[in-house]
C-alpha cells in the first residue's frame, strides 16, 4: 500500500517543537527570534506565500519584520534595505521573496544578505558550507524534503536518486543533500535525453520543474519513492483554479512505495525549515 509522505502533519510536529523551544528562550528574558521577509510589488502568488510564512512565525513566537515595497523600488534602495536588516541586533534571518521585479538584479541582492542571517540558504557562502558538507543554512525546500524521507524511515543510502530540474533553489541542493546522505545522484533537466528513461531507474523521485503533469505512471519505477516539489495553478473545466504538482498523483500513487501529494507536502515543510533556520540564526547570535 502506498504510503502518504504527509509534509502538513509533520510541519505541525516541526512547529510545535520550534514553538516550545522559543519559549523556553523567552522565559529566561531573552528577546524572541526575528525573520525579516522581504516583498518587492504585488505578486499574488508572492503575497500568499509572504502571508503565510508570517502567519508561522506568529504560530511559534518569532517576530516578524515584514518589508513589503512597491515594484518601482530601486536596486539602491533595496540594497539599502537589506544592509539595514543585516544590522539590525533583533533580525536572525532574512529572506527575499522571489520572483523580483524584472529591473532588479536579484543575484546582487541575494548576495548583499549577511551569509549568517540567510535563512534561504541561498547565498554563495552557504551554498559552498553545503558542498563541502560544513555546517550551515541550508536551502529550505530541499532540507525539507530531507526532514519528510527521515520521518518516515525511508533509506537512501545505496539508493539511485534521480532529481529532475536543477535550479540553485531546489535541484542543485536537493542533489546535493542526497549524496551527502550516500545516495547515488543523477541530476535530470529540460535537455536530458530520454528523461524517462532515467526516472524509470530511480528509487528515489524527486521533480522539481513547474510543469504540470510531467511524471505520469510510466515514468516511475514501481514500489519508488516520489517526491514532488512542483506547484503549479491549472483551471479546472468549470474555470476554477486547483493547486497541483509535475506528478500526475492519481496515475503515479497506486505505483509508488510513497509519494507527496501537492498540496499538503513539500510546501508546508519548506515553511517550517525557514522558521528553524531563524532559530537555528538565533541560536548562534546568541551564544555569539
Not at 541582492?109 to 549577511?114: K, P
Not at 506528478?247 to 509508488?256: E, M, R
Request: aromatic share 2%; proline share 7%; hydrophobic share 45%.
Amino acid at each position: 500500500m502506498t504510503e502518504l509522505l504527509d509534509g502538513k502533519a509533520l510541519a505541525g510536529q516541526v512547529q510545535a517543537d520550534l514553538s516550545r523551544q522559543i519559549h523556553a528562550y523567552t522565559t529566561q528574558g531573552h528577546r524572541p527570534p526575528g525573520l525579516a521577509v522581504v516583498m518587492v510589488g504585488d505578486n499574488p502568488a508572492s503575497a500568499a506565500y509572504v502571508r503565510n510564512k508570517e502567519r508561522a512565525c506568529e504560530r511559534v513566537g518569532i517576530t516578524s519584520f515584514g518589508r513589503h515595497l512597491p515594484s518601482q523600488t530601486s536596486q539602491a534602495e533595496l540594497l539599502q534595505l537589506i544592509q539595514g536588516l543585516n544590522d539590525h541586533p533583533a533580525v536572525d534571518g532574512i529572506l527575499v521573496q522571489l520572483p523580483l521585479p524584472t529591473h532588479l538584479d536579484a543575484v546582487a541582492i541575494l548576495n548583499a544578505i549577511d551569509p549568517d542571517k540567510d535563512v534561504d540558504g541561498l547565498h554563495p557562502l552557504n551554498l559552498g558550507r553545503l558542498v563541502r558538507g560544513e555546517p550551515g543554512l541550508r536551502s529550505c525546500t530541499p532540507a525539507g524534503v530531507m526532514r519528510l524521507l527521515a520521518a518516515h524511515d525511508l533509506v537512501l543510502e545505496g539508493a539511485r536518486a534521480v532529481v529532475v530540474g536543477r535550479s540553485i533553489l531546489v535541484g542543485k541542493p536537493m542533489a546535493l543533500m542526497l549524496l551527502a546522505a550516500n545516495a547515488t545522484v543523477t541530476v535530470a533537466h529540460g535537455r536530458t535525453l530520454d528523461l524517462f528513461a532515467l526516472t524509470r531507474q530511480a528509487d528515489i523521485l524527486v521533480t522539481a520543474v513547474g510543469q504540470p503533469g510531467l511524471i505520469t505512471d510510466g515514468a516511475v519505477k514501481p514500489g519508488s519513492v516520489v517526491v514532488d516539489v512542483g506547484i503549479n495553478r491549472v483551471q479546472r473545466p468549470d474555470g476554477s483554479g486547483q493547486l497541483v504538482g509535475d506528478v500526475d498523483f492519481d496515475q503515479v500513487a497506486p505505483l509508488a512505495g510513497a509519494i507527496t501529494p501537492v498540496p499538503g507536502g513539500v510546501g508546508p515543510m519548506t515553511v517550517a525549515m525557514l522558521l528553524e533556520n531563524t532559530l537555528l540564526s538565533y541560536r548562534q547570535r546568541l551564544s555569539g
